[in-house]
């Protein structure tokens, strides 16, 4: 496992190297570039590959609804979505309000 900075070249022995990120160390959204260049057993280096990575958050987010346990009949009351999150990093931008009825 490797966490990767911009600029900074990771040499590795093995063909394979696993991009390291979480919560502490997110790589941005958006496109990624990485470059790879390899080197034979007698020192003669490759030209530069590279690959871009599109980092999208596919992750759900979560909704959480709070309204008051009891509320007087023919009286308003507040439905509140304010604690719900998108943990991939995103911002919630639209809340979509649904009556479904009384409960059988």
Do not use: C, K
């Amino acid at each position: 496992m490797a966490e990767f900075t911009p600029g900074v070249e990771i040499a590795t022995e093995t063909p394979t190297i696993e991009v390291t990120v979480g919560p502490n160390n997110p790589m941005p959204i958006g496109r990624q570039t990485f470059r790879l260049v390899v080197v034979d057993d007698a020192g003669n280096a490759s030209q530069a590959d590279q690959v871009v990575i599109i980092i999208a958050d596919q992750d759900a987010p979560t909704a959480v609804i709070r309204g008051p346990r009891l509320a007087p009949f023919g009286r308003s009351f507040e439905l509140d979505g304010s604690a719900s999150f998108d943990a991939g990093g995103g911002r919630i931008v639209r809340y979509v309000w649904t009556y479904m009825g009384p409960v059988t």
